[in-house]
């Protein structure tokens, strides 16, 4: 078998500052490598990453420089409600508000700077996952 060592997600970007910026302002992330065409971010606890790539870097296929479809990323978070407040006071794109989803978590739907759908969740206390 084959054993992952590490995984990251690459967003590719029209614009590597306002995506840069959108996910430092809400997370924990800091930048580990920022250049003209590619911007990696990494959590201040180190095990998680993301990539910022310009869309029409020549490592990106033609094909693949679209903009996203038929995926989402969702992070994990303590408290949705708090990322929330900084999206709303970033005047960020909220695509619904915080709501309490019947599988136990709180969801939050922020679309990125390049269209990415952004699902932030974090579980409710306390819920009874035998009534699903």
């Not at 690459?10 to 809400?26: A, D, G, M, R, V």
């Not at 989402?72 to 708090?82: A, H, K, L, P, R």
Request: proline share 5%.
């Amino acid at each position: 078998m084959n054993n992952i060592n590490r995984m990251m997600t690459n967003i590719c970007s029209n614009n590597l500052t306002e995506s840069c910026s959108f996910y430092t302002k809400l997370f924990d992330f800091n930048i580990s490598y920022n250049s003209e065409w590619f911007i990696h971010l990494v959590s201040k606890d180190k095990k998680l990453e993301l990539g910022i790539i310009d869309r029409t870097n020549e490592t990106i296929p033609k094909g693949f420089q679209n903009f996203p479809q038929g995926f989402y990323i969702t992070f994990i978070v303590d408290n949705t409600d708090e990322i929330f407040k900084i999206a709303k006071s970033l005047k960020f794109e909220i695509i619904s508000e915080p709501t309490n989803m019947p599988y136990g978590q709180k969801r939050l739907l922020l679309k990125d700077p390049d269209g990415t759908l952004i699902d932030i969740s974090s579980p409710i206390k306390d819920f009874d996952f035998k009534k699903i």
